[in-house]
């Protein structure tokens, strides 16, 4: 019998864009998974195993339960989004530590969150709930334009749309409702004043209420009227990280979380930060990543260690910089070219990563009928100096690899 603690990973996500949360955590820690369908990829770095119906909290509490039977268990842990809710109830019927149930549904409901930022003062944006056409045009007479139409509660941009225009809204609040019709737990609408200027995000450790800012993460988007992130850097000296720390802090105390790793997003309106959203698990699109290469700081072991109730090492041991770019086609249709310069990827140390999502005959949808999980076709990870080298080195890059897709008649 290992000596390590045993943890209770729920949902671990795919391999590509989650694996390497499971791969660093089960390097300090005996994983025990609970997971939607039979473990793969996963295999060698767990224990124990419960396949359960994750979308059903019954189910899924009941799987933990029988896990937690064969198990001595220190804890809790989920990097997905969906299963903040149901991990938090499961931790606390099993008397692990945790964030409360209400304070993970605050994280997942954005307008729940709004109005948590406004009671404490902390800078966001204008916001008002909309469960109709009729609502939102209402909200926009407050709100005024240009305006944000999002999902209450969903994540990845899906849904989220901008308007400059009242005639743009009908159109809008469509596109807005299909993607918050995907959510579980809140289906109405958002209606946003839009905040000018540059996404970043800050990636946030809290242990006892006490929150340390490890990173900022400056994000690219795609083009408008759609927020798709199209890539990410992360510089282990970003200047930006003192004057947005005190703001994510204060955002992550309003909403209760004491706790736990946080992507916190923000823009900067006039060089100040204000508040897009928090949320309360490790950042998506590899961004943990991305900071253990250019910090040295392991973000999953830290989400592991917080849920056994442990301080977590935060000492950064790597003095870099490493961006992110997504691979998106010019068009919708058919992948039929996808493609990097061999000689090139051999001889470029400097290029981390090229991993590929879609195979060739795979169909790639672009917004506005697609979506982040339909419309990337890879990514490719590069490091070095500093943020303007590793933007250069994310430009060289570009020139060497193809992606085509043929339209689909």
Not at 145 to 168: C, N, W
Not at 244 to 273: C, F, Y
Not at 275 to 303: F, Q, S, Y
Not at 327 to 342: E, F, K, M, V
Request: with cysteine.
């Amino acid at each position: 019998m290992s000596a390590r603690p045993r943890l209770l990973v729920v949902s671990p996500g795919d391999e590509i864009y989650r694996g390497y949360c499971l791969k660093q955590v089960a390097a300090a820690y005996d994983v025990v998974l609970l997971t939607g369908t039979e473990p793969s990829w996963e295999k060698p770095y767990i224990v124990d195993h419960a396949v359960a119906d994750l979308d059903n909290t019954n189910d899924l509490l009941a799987a933990g339960r029988a896990l937690a039977e064969r198990h001595e268990l220190a804890g809790v842990v989920t990097w997905t989004e969906w299963h903040l809710v149901p991990t938090a109830r499961l931790a606390r019927a099993l008397e692990l530590p945790t964030n409360s149930v209400e304070v993970m549904r605050a994280c997942r409901n954005k307008a729940t969150a709004r109005t948590l930022f406004a009671r404490h003062g902390v800078p966001s944006a204008a916001s008002m709930k909309a469960r109709s056409l009729v609502e939102a045009g209402l909200a926009t007479m407050t709100i005024g334009y240009p305006a944000v139409l999002k999902p209450a509660a969903f994540a990845g941009s899906i849904g989220v749309i901008r308007i400059d225009r009242p005639e743009q809204l009908p159109d809008a609040f469509d596109f807005a409702s299909a993607g918050a019709g995907q959510s579980r737990e809140d289906t109405a609408v958002l209606v946003e004043e839009y905040l000018d200027g540059p996404e970043i995000s800050v990636e946030c450790v809290t242990h006892r209420g006490e929150t340390t800012a490890v990173a900022v993460t400056r994000k690219s988007l795609g083009p408008a009227p759609y927020f798709e992130e199209t890539g990410h850097t992360v510089d282990r000296d970003d200047p930006l990280l003192v004057q947005v720390a005190p703001v994510a802090g204060a955002a992550i105390k309003a909403l209760g979380i004491t706790d736990g790793v946080q992507h916190v997003e923000m823009r900067l309106v006039d060089g100040r930060p204000r508040l897009i959203e928090v949320n309360a698990r490790i950042g998506g699109d590899v961004i943990g990543h991305l900071v253990g290469l250019a910090t040295g700081i392991d973000l999953p072991k830290a989400a592991a260690d917080l849920a056994c109730g442990r301080t977590p090492d935060l000492t950064p041991t790597r003095h870099e910089t490493a961006g992110i770019r997504m691979l998106y086609p010019a068009a919708s249709g058919t992948l039929t070219q996808r493609h990097i310069n061999q000689e090139f990827a051999v001889h470029t140390p400097w290029l981390r990563q090229v991993q590929w999502t879609r195979q060739l005959g795979e169909p790639i949808l672009l917004p506005p009928h697609g979506d982040l999980f339909t419309a990337r076709a890879g990514f490719y990870i590069v490091t070095g100096r500093d943020t303007t080298e590793v933007n250069e080195r994310l430009d060289t890059a570009a020139h060497e690899i193809t992606v085509t897709t043929q339209a689909v008649r």
